[in-house]
């Protein structure tokens, strides 16, 4: 049998080594995925950038171009209307593509076309940043092929300018006196091949930027798409490897729960033939202490009774022929024989608690009055004031839970104050699981050193002037509690009183005992 259960051990703990490492490459292969995704994120970061880039690239170029054509499309229209109005946007588009005032909202949209007043009333529309675009163009962090060719065109945006300016001057001029001719004049100018090169000299450098970029962001767009691409297949495999260890780590803990559960049933089945052996020995041996204590018991009360009504009829027959030590001698006999046989007989009640194992339901109100009955003439005697209000109808065993309340109040009188009435006071607490009743008295209470020793059979605490018990009273009671399946203990100050407090179960099993 040791053979056997040694290999089954050492076959347990190889599949528990094993399912170890298992768990561990599980664990390192998903901090290597948790980094994998993480790569993987970084990736489609740069990736998103780089098409943001591009996009942001083609808005300030966009802006570029379109700043030009609308000082073509202000300066034609001042041309031909000599409108001031558009003379002055054709400066704020001029003043805000050089970072001279706050460039609009929304500015990269069409903008010019949907205002009608003059600029001046629309400056608190604007952003609060002064930037020119070249300078933009600068922090956008284009290539230097880029930022050339974006260079090449505002300078050639700057000689169309001057073109502009120079029709402006051409109808502006106060010393022609043929106005007409000289509109026409400045219209021939906007109009004309070098104008039209000029813009040509504008809008090929864009084109050139445009192809430019597109390369380099779709350059480095796939570039990034690729490693995300290769980042995800590695992700995908670490995922089907640890799916697979996964699998194999549930199938070594089912070997694992197979082999415990096979060893369990085993012990169990060995467990529970010497637990059925032991329990008949117990049934054997139960039943010869209880025919031992009804026999011993019986056997000692039959000499004992033989003593006590010899040494009582001595006495009555005898009693002037004898002298004093004889009549001395003969009380000592008869009250070690009464002693003796109240001990016989605690001892046989002691054994029977617990022998009716049937629960009731109980008005321990009711019950306390019962007590008070058969203890009457104890109660006047001593005038004893017993104080309770409700104490709940509960499930018990009637004759068990009497005990315990008729001990409880009788030690309370027997440990009393000699000149102070006894009050006991006694009261319930109930949660979910238990009642928990406790007895307050106000004697000469106890030493707690002692809390434990007085629950002990035949335990009996040395108290001057105090009539001696046969120390089984306490000891009765927590057999009773714990038959309830609860606790019994105690709480003291000398001369200040004892509170006994006991639990018992709120739904305890009727065959626990069984």
């Not at 970084?42 to 098409?51: C, K, M, Q, T, V």
């Not at 502006?172 to 043929?178: A, F, L, Q, W």
């Not at 104008?195 to 192809?211: D, Q």
Request: charged letters at 30%.
């Amino acid at each position: 049998m040791k053979t056997e259960d040694s290999t089954i051990e050492i076959n347990i703990k190889r599949l528990r080594t094993r399912f170890n490492i298992t768990i561990i490459v599980i664990i390192s292969l998903i901090f290597v995925l948790t980094a994998l995704i993480n790569h993987n994120l970084i990736h489609i970061d740069l990736a998103n950038r780089y098409s943001k880039n591009k996009y942001d690239s083609y808005l300030l170029a966009d802006e570029l171009r379109q700043s030009s054509d609308d000082l073509t499309r202000m300066i034609r229209t001042y041309i031909v209307t000599k409108d001031t109005f558009y003379k002055n946007q054709y400066y704020a588009v001029l003043d805000i593509r050089n970072g001279n005032i706050p460039r609009p909202r929304d500015y990269n949209k069409p903008y010019w076309d949907l205002k009608s007043n003059s600029f001046d009333e629309q400056q608190k529309d604007t952003l609060s940043s002064r930037i020119a675009l070249k300078q933009k163009m600068i922090n956008a962090q284009f290539s230097k092929k880029e930022l050339k060719l974006l260079e090449k065109s505002e300078q050639a945006s700057n000689k169309l300018v001057r073109l502009e300016e120079k029709a402006m001057k051409i109808i502006e001029n106060k010393k022609s006196s043929d106005n007409v001719s000289s509109q026409i004049k400045a219209i021939s100018l906007l109009h004309s091949d070098e104008y039209h090169e000029a813009k040509r000299a504008i809008m090929t450098p864009i084109k050139e930027f445009y192809t430019a970029l597109a390369e380099r962001t779709e350059t480095q767009v796939v570039k990034e798409q690729e490693k995300t691409f290769k980042t995800q297949q590695l992700i995908v495999l670490q995922i089907v490897i640890i799916s697979i260890l996964t699998l194999f780590l549930f199938y070594l803990g089912r070997k694992i729960s197979l082999v415990v559960i096979r060893d369990l049933k085993k012990h169990v089945k060995k467990k529970t033939k010497e637990l059925k052996t032991r329990n008949k020995e117990l049934i054997i041996i139960n039943k010869n202490l209880e025919s031992f204590t009804h026999i011993t018991s019986h056997d000692l009360q039959e000499p004992l009774n033989t003593i006590i009504s010899f040494s009582t009829l001595l006495k009555d027959e005898f009693h002037t022929k004898l002298d004093g030590i004889s009549l001395k001698y003969l009380a000592i006999i008869q009250s070690s024989s009464y002693s003796l046989k109240r001990q016989i007989t605690s001892l046989l009640n002691h054994s029977k608690i617990g022998k009716r194992k049937i629960i009731e339901s109980i008005n321990v109100n009711n019950l306390i009055e019962e007590i008070k009955v058969d203890l009457t003439s104890l109660l006047q005697s001593n005038n004893v004031a017993i104080k309770f209000e409700s104490l709940l109808q509960i499930s018990a065993y009637r004759a068990e839970l009497k005990i315990i309340f008729t001990n409880l109040i009788v030690n309370a009188i027997k440990y009393r104050k000699e000149n102070e009435a006894p009050i006991i006071k006694i009261s319930v607490t109930e949660n979910k699981k238990e009642y928990t009743y406790s007895i307050k008295d106000n004697g000469i209470g106890i030493d707690m050193k002692h809390k434990d020793q007085i629950f002990d059979i035949f335990k009996r605490l040395r108290v001057e002037q105090r009539p001696q018990g046969i120390g089984i009273g306490l000891a009765n009671c927590k057999k009773a509690v714990e038959f309830h399946e609860g606790t019994i203990r105690v709480t003291s100050e000398i001369d200040k009183g004892s509170t006994f407090i006991f639990t018992i179960k709120n739904h305890f099993s009727e065959h626990s005992q069984n």
